[in-house]
């Protein structure tokens, strides 16, 4: 089989149920975690791990300003560019 460099096996031999099924191994499945299921040119199976989003929080996505200053804070933090603010004061 002909895969990418960055691929790893997981399970071998896997076979189908009578409804055409397969089981992913529990190590590599996440709570919650959908997934797009891709064939390609040479018949291999991928599976693409998708998430989705509340639809009260979707408006951050679709709104590139907003989307764009919570990502610059998000890096902020994690520069440790952070402050401890009193809450009962705002």
């Excluded at 031999?13 to 040119?41: E, H, S």
């Excluded at 709104?63 to 603010?85: F, T």
């Amino acid at each position: 089989m002909t895969t990418d460099n960055d691929s790893t096996i997981v399970a071998k031999d896997v076979k189908p149920d009578y409804k055409r099924r397969v089981i992913l191994p529990k190590a590599i499945v996440q709570k919650d975690i959908r997934y797009d299921i891709y064939l390609n040119r040479r018949g291999q199976i991928i599976l693409d791990p998708r998430v989705t989003i509340p639809a009260s929080e979707a408006w951050v996505f679709n709104n590139p300003d907003v989307h764009a200053l919570v990502k610059r804070g998000l890096a902020e933090a994690s520069e440790g560019k952070v402050s401890r603010i009193d809450l009962d004061t705002l």
